[in-house]
């Protein structure tokens, strides 16, 4: 039921590089949940900066509110907002807070197995190059990708499920080698700028969340409140997928199931009995969220041993 009214919003923010499925269409769905009984709007954007498949922004809109999910206002596409990426850029920038990278991919790889710092994050390889040896990557033809100056090695984050969570800050990229801004940069202008308070996503993104909320501090933007809800993983344990069967709305129409037996499906897994998001809405409790992910079976999906 309701809580206290927030004049916030919460959001989705698919990436249109193909069919949303069901783990998708949960988690929109708990996001959805979360803004409505909170009072909130919800909006949604499409990351379209990257791997954009033709067609599957539309199909995943259509997905969306087939499974009963509303938004308000128009749908943003990030490639409408190129300039607002920019010009955080160039704050940065005039601050100090950036320096040009010209690492491949492979070098920073062996590098972030070095023992300076956790797995994954840069250890500053082109921090402090010279004006020279700028000069010389250039010359070799190095595209040279924007990265954060970062000040702290760590930041602290509260999230609504986990709780406190103090995760890794590395000298993130802002601007890839190719001109593309990058997602930890664009997540956190764009949320700000939709007046999203309410961030609800997969807790895969966890531990990137201290990143974008220290780089939400470093721009001057609020951070919202955090709830990373857990993912929908195949009988292998891995993040589920296309080749996993018949896991997309499209696919389960096939079969001869509808978007409300999707939905009750989703809502078994979610500990609910009921077969519209309206109804999941009037009985909904955060709290309730379980702590596991949901083991998909797609084919035993509508039967009772198919959920936990």
């Not at 009072?39 to 379209?48: E, P, T």
């Not at 984050?157 to 664009?186: C, F, K």
């Not at 956190?188 to 990143?211: E, F, K, M, W």
Request: charged content about 25%; some cysteine.
């Amino acid at each position: 039921m309701p809580t206290s009214p927030s004049t916030g919003a919460g959001r989705y923010a698919p990436s249109p590089s193909g069919d949303l499925h069901i783990g998708n269409l949960r988690t929109a769905i708990l996001a959805w949940l979360f803004a409505r009984t909170t009072g909130r709007a919800f909006v949604l954007r499409v990351d379209d900066l990257d791997r954009v498949r033709p067609g599957a922004a539309e199909r995943q809109l259509d997905d969306l509110a087939a499974v009963g999910i509303d938004w308000d206002g128009p749908v943003v596409y990030q490639s409408t907002r190129l300039p607002s990426y920019d010009a955080s850029v160039a704050r940065l920038t005039a601050a100090g807070r950036t320096y040009e990278c010209y690492c491949t991919r492979r070098e920073i790889q062996q590098a972030a197995t070095a023992p300076h710092g956790p797995m994954g994050a840069y250890p500053g390889t082109c921090r402090d190059l010279t004006e020279a040896e700028r000069a010389e990557r250039r010359a070799q033809g190095r595209p040279a990708a924007i990265r954060l100056r970062a000040d702290v090695d760590e930041y602290v984050i509260t999230d609504l499920l986990h709780g406190e969570y103090r995760g890794a800050v590395d000298d993130l990229v802002l601007r890839r080698g190719d001109g593309v801004p990058a997602y930890n940069l664009t997540v956190v202008v764009d949320d700000a700028a939709q007046g999203i308070d309410q961030v609800v996503r997969g807790d895969d993104l966890l531990a990137s969340t201290p990143r974008q909320a220290y780089l939400a501090e470093l721009l001057g933007l609020p951070a919202p409140v955090y709830a990373h809800v857990p993912l929908v993983l195949n009988r292998e344990g891995k993040r589920l997928a296309k080749r996993d069967g018949a896991v997309s709305l499209a696919d389960q129409r096939a079969l001869g199931n509808t978007p409300g037996d999707v939905v009750a499906a989703i809502a078994n897994s979610l500990g609910y009995t009921a077969r519209t998001t309206a109804e999941l809405r009037e009985v909904f409790e955060p709290q309730r969220i379980p702590v596991k992910p949901w083991i998909l079976e797609p084919i035993g999906l509508f039967r009772p041993e198919g959920c936990p």
